[in-house]
């Protein structure tokens, strides 16, 4: 089958295409062959070395797949060859076919397309996770979303909109806006031609955000702060900018808020069964066609360099996804 192998860490153009042998399922595992893998920021980060995950190598980078069962190994309940899945890996998305055990694996509802169904886990599970369980987000309160047209962003708006919340979405060129708006977003900032801070205070009447869903860092962390309304809640979930701001204290004294972390990749490990239902919730909705995750493009296994180097571009709006 083919793969793209990391051999070494470095950028998307050191990456290649190989033949290497299919897997065979052990005890607890299911081989699926792949029909979409849908990528992510972080999948430029860890073929560079640069992310909280190193493995070994050789390995394929593509966290969240979309596939079909082809063989289940000894003791598997629940699945057979032919079901349709889609599963969280971590890396090792990006060919013909892929092995893990059982656990990693949710059964497709009938009707969704394999590309979108890929991309649901890692950016819809996170911003799920994120908005309801860590910011406890309610209805009629407003949510600023910084890099709103990217993955987790876009997922920010479409959750905000169905938690009730008044949506602004920041992000750096009007295009972005426009794209955020389509997704329902109720406001935009250009956060590339405005001063943020300004922005948010003037879009809420001059009350703050209640909630800032922060997956940029760098240096536009500290303006949204200080646009937070009393009581807010600051999300922090990543630092594409690439670099990790250090926060004024007194700021979180003066406004009365929250500074809060979102680790979704520790939340399914430690907290499993909410993972399980924040799953299932995430499905009803695409499957009502209550979420529609945006595809930027879709790729071929061999244009998988040029898919990351578009995500470390900010060209993406939506979602990067890999078909094999
Ligand atoms: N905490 C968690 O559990 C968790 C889970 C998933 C992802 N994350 C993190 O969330 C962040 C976003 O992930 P994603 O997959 O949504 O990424 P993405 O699709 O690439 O979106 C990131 C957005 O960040 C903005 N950005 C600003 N400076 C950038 C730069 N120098 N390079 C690239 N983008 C830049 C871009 O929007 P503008 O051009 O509009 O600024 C871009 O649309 C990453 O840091 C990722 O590691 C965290």
Known sequence: MKAILCTGFGPPETLSLADIAAPQPGPGELAVTVTACALNFFDTLIIEGKYQY????????????????????????????????????????????????????????????????????????????????????????????????????QAAIEI????????????????????????????GFNYASGDLKEGLKRLTGGNG????????????????????????????????AGSIPKIPLNLVLLKGCDIVGVFWGDHIAREPESHRADMAQLLDWAAAGRIRPHIHKRYSLAETPQALQALAAREIKGKAVVVP
Do not use: M, N
């Open 54 to 153: 190193r493995p070994d190598f050789p390995f394929s980078p593509g966290a969240e797949i979309a596939g079909v069962v082809k063989a289940v190994g000894e003791g598997v309940a629940g699945f057979r060859p032919g079901d349709r899945v889609i599963g969280y890996l971590g890396w090792g998305g990006c060919r013909e076919e892929v092995v893990a055990g059982v656990d990693k694996f949710v059964a497709l509802p009938a009707g969704l397309d394999d590309a979108v169904a890929a991309g649901l886990t890692v950016t819809y599970g996170t911003t799920l996770h994120a908005l309801k369980g860590r910011a406890r987000l309610q209805p009629g309160e407003t949510l600023a979303v910084l890099g709103a047209a990217g993955g987790v962003g």
């Open 160 to 187: 905000g909109k169905l938690l009730g919340a008044k949506v602004i979405a920041c992000a750096s060129s009007d295009d972005k806006i426009e794209f955020c708006k389509a997704l329902g977003a109720d406001e």
């Open 209 to 240: 955000v209640d909630v800032v869903y922060d997956a940029v860092g760098g240096d536009l962390s500290e303006p949204a702060l200080r646009a937070i309304a009393w009581r807010g809640r600051f999300l922090v979930v990543g630092f594409a």
